[in-house]
C-alpha cells in the first residue's frame, strides 16, 4: 500500500507493506535512526515521536496509521543551522543522558510533558516521563533538564515546522 | 518483532466498518488505537486477516449528557481515547470517576492512542476502564447488520477477550448512569506506574442509596473477566462494616498466579483495595 506522510516538515510517499511498523518505517524506509527500539512492547518508550502533535510510541503503531499525518523525530527539532531545540540544548547542559539510548524518545516525550505543563514540577515532570525508562537510572538530571528547559518559554513544549504538541 | 501479514482497510464511517466485517469475515479486526491489539499481533498471539481501521471515524468520539435527574446518561463515543476522556469537562462533572481512571491507563504516549470502545472490546480482565464501567453500571451499545442493541455491562465481559459481541458487530457508545456528587474510588497495585494493575479495585455509590445508587465494588485481574465483589456488596446492604465487607472482596474469585504476584497475594491485595476504595467513596460522599 501507498502512504503519504510528512516527516520532520518533507512530505514524502513510500509503498509500505500494511504490518510496517511506523518505528522501522522511519528507521530503515527513511533512514532516520534518532528513534531507538528498545523494548518493542510498549513500555520503553525509546521510540517515541510526535504524531499531529502528541507523543506516541511508534514501535505501537503501523506506518499505514500514519498516513496523512505528520510526523516529528528527533532529527526534526534542531534548526537548519543547528541550533539546538530547548529541551535538546538542556538535556546537555544538565547531563540528561549516560549510555543514550533513551534519550530520543525522552527528548520527545519531555516535549509533550511541557506542551501540557508549560512549567512543571518535579513530580509532574516524572509522572509525565511515566512511559519512558532509563536503564541507566539517570532520572535525577533528567528531570532536572526538563525543568530547565521549561525557563525557555513555549518553544520547549513545540516541535518545528509549527506543529502544535498538545499531551 | 513483526506482525504478520494482513490486509489493511481503512474505513470512514460505522456503515463502512461493518461491511468491511460483513466482507472480511470472522478473521477480520478492528483496529482504533491498537494499543492492545497491536502487541498481540506482534507477538502472533493474534494473526487476523484483515484490520479494519475505525480511527477515522470522526463522530465516534464525543462525551455527551443525554436526559436529566436522576435518570441522566452519560454517552461516551467509543472513539474517545483516553488523553480526551482524561480532560474532557463534561465528564469530569457528571461521572468523575471515569476520567481519573481514563488518566491510570498504561502512560501518556499510551492515552494518546488507545480508544474506551477498543479496551471495551478486548476484554482483558486487567483493564482500568473496564473495571470502572463495571462499577458504575451502564450498558455497552452495539452496531451490528441488524442495528444498535444494547447490552449491560454486568453481561458484557464473558471471559478472557471474550465478550457478548458478535464477529459482526462493533463497540459504538459506552452509556453510564451519572454519578455527579456520589462518592468514588479508585484502587490500582502495579510495581510500575505505566503497567497493567496487578489488582485494581472501583467503588462507586453510597450506603443510602440515591442517586449514585448503592456502593458497588468492582476488581480487575481477580479472574477471567473484570468481575463485582457481590459478597462485599451484600455485606455492605446488610449493614456491614466497610472494614467486614472488605474482607470478603476475594469472595467468588479466581486469581491467577505469575512473576507478579501469586494467587493468595491477589487475595490480598483485592481486600485491602477494596478497603481503600470504599474509604475514598464514603469519604468523598
Not at chain 1, 514501535?59 to 530547548?86: F, I, K, M, N, Y
Not at chain 2, 462518592?183 to 467503588?203: M, S
Amino acid at each position: 500500500m501507498q502512504v503519504s506522510i510528512t516527516v520532520n516538515g518533507q512530505q514524502r510517499t513510500d509503498e509500505v507493506e500494511p504490518r510496517l511498523l511506523l518505528a522501522h518505517y522511519l528507521r530503515e524506509t527513511c533512514g532516520l535512526t534518532a528513534t531507538n527500539i528498545g523494548c518493542d512492547s510498549t513500555s520503553c518508550g525509546a521510540c517515541t515521536v510526535v504524531v499531529d502533535g502528541l507523543s506516541v510510541k511508534s514501535c505501537t503503531v503501523l506506518a499505514a496509521q500514519a498516513d496523512g499525518a505528520q510526523v516529528t523525530t528527533l532529527e526534526g527539532l534542531a534548526g537548519s543551522d543547528g541550533e539546538l531545540h530547548p529541551v535538546q540544548a538542556a538535556f546537555r547542559a544538565e547531563h540528561g543522558l549516560q549510555c543514550g539510548f533513551c534519550t530520543s524518545g525522552m527528548v520527545m516525550a519531555a516535549i509533550g510533558v511541557l506542551a501540557d505543563n508549560p512549567d512543571p514540577t518535579d513530580r509532574e515532570v516524572r509522572e509525565g516521563l511515566e512511559g519512558n525508562l532509563c536503564r541507566c537510572t539517570g532520572y535525577h538530571n533528567i528531570v532536572r533538564a526538563v525543568r530547565t528547559a521549561a525557563q525557555a518559554g513555549p518553544a520547549a513544549g513545540q516541535v518545528p515546522q509549527a506543529q502544535e504538541v498538545v499531551q | 518483532m513483526i506482525p504478520a501479514p494482513f490486509e489493511y482497510v481503512k474505513v470512514a464511517s460505522v456503515d463502512e466498518a461493518l461491511s468491511a466485517l460483513a466482507e472480511h469475515g470472522e478473521d477480520a479486526k478492528l483496529l482504533a488505537g491498537g494499543h492492545s491489539l497491536l502487541p498481540i499481533m506482534k507477538l502472533r498471539l493474534a494473526i487476523p486477516s484483515a484490520l479494519i481501521d475505525i480511527s477515522g471515524i470522526a463522530d465516534l468520539s464525543y462525551v455527551r449528557v443525554e436526559g436529566d435527574g436522576a435518570d441522566a446518561i452519560v454517552a461516551i463515543g467509543a472513539g474517545t481515547r483516553h488523553y480526551e476522556l482524561e480532560r474532557d469537562e463534561v465528564a469530569r462533572a457528571e461521572v468523575p470517576m471515569l476520567p481519573h481512571v481514563a488518566g491510570r491507563v498504561g502512560d501518556p504516549q499510551v492515552r494518546h492512542r488507545g480508544t474506551i470502545g477498543g479496551t471495551t472490546a478486548h476484554s482483558d480482565p486487567a483493564s482500568d476502564l473496564p473495571t470502572a464501567l463495571l462499577a458504575l453500571g451502564g450498558t455497552v451499545v452495539l452496531q451490528g447488520p441488524g442495528g444498535r442493541r444494547e447490552v449491560p455491562v454486568t453481561e458484557f465481559w464473558t471471559g478472557f477477550f471474550e465478550t457478548a459481541m458478535s464477529p459482526d458487530e462493533m463497540v459504538v457508545e459506552l452509556r453510564v448512569p451519572r454519578t455527579g456528587s456520589t462518592g468514588w474510588g479508585y484502587e490500582k497495585f502495579t510495581r510500575r506506574e505505566n503497567d497493567w494493575p496487578i489488582v485494581a479495585a472501583a467503588a462507586v455509590g453510597s450506603r443510602g442509596g440515591g442517586a449514585g445508587g448503592p456502593l458497588r465494588v468492582a476488581l480487575a485481574n481477580m479472574a477471567g473477566t473484570v468481575l463485582r465483589a457481590t459478597a462485599t456488596e451484600e455485606a455492605l446492604a446488610g449493614g456491614a462494616s466497610i472494614a467486614e465487607a472488605a474482607e470478603l472482596a476475594d469472595q467468588g474469585t479466581s486469581p491467577g498466579a505469575d512473576m507478579h504476584a501469586d494467587a493468595d497475594y491477589r487475595r490480598h491485595l483485592a481486600r485491602l483495595l477494596t478497603r481503600r476504595a470504599l474509604e475514598t467513596a464514603a469519604g468523598a460522599a
